[in-house]
């Protein structure tokens, strides 16, 4: 967060979009894109859940098409983002707590939770979550997804 310091929020926000224009949207999955447009036709609610700072989780999130989306909060002040945390950090175990946090919160009773990930620092979600999605997993995850039996994707740009 250190280059940040003293950026205004509205400056942030701007570099956060042309950061998503150039480094991330190249990079979505067309397999991603096609899996969120389905789940929107099928009514389905959409959750990320990273850990990455909330306002460039939220700002992918939104350009996506995700309903929610949840990153690290940091505190703010004068107008500007801290290296502070705020709240539960979106990160290991974190992001199961704060994703039962929501699941308390929310008006919709959820009859199952599938989660897609890459990382093996998402195996307490992954455990979580009533199914596990593999999308190119770095081979600790891969080797704990053949054991657990998580169904395996393999998706290329």
Same mark, same amino acid.
């Given at each position: ?25 190249? !990079? =979505? ?8 447009? +389905? ?6 609610? $959409?959750?990320? #859940? ?47 707590? !704060? =994703? ?8 919709? +009773? ?6 897609? $990930?890459?990382? #093996? ?37």
């Amino acid at each position: 967060m250190s280059p940040l310091s003293g950026v205004s929020k509205e400056t942030v926000s701007l570099l956060v979009e042309q950061c998503i224009d150039e480094k991330i949207m190249p !990079r =979505l999955f067309p397999q991603a894109a096609t899996l969120i447009e +389905q789940l929107k036709r099928d009514n389905i609610q $959409t959750v990320i #859940i990273s850990a990455s700072v909330s306002f460039l989780v939220s700002a992918i999130g939104k350009r996506i098409g995700i309903d929610e989306a949840m990153g690290i909060d940091l505190v703010e002040e004068g107008g500007c983002y801290t290296a502070r945390i705020d709240g539960i950090p979106t990160y290991r175990e974190g992001k199961v707590a !704060r =994703l039962e946090q929501w699941l308390i919160e929310s008006t919709t +009773q959820y009859s199952e939770i599938h989660f897609y $990930t890459d990382s #093996i620092n998402d195996r307490p979600l992954c455990e979580f979550a009533d199914y596990a999605y593999l999308v190119n997993p770095c081979p600790l995850l891969k080797a704990l997804g053949d054991k657990k039996d998580w169904q395996q994707l393999d998706w290329s740009l």
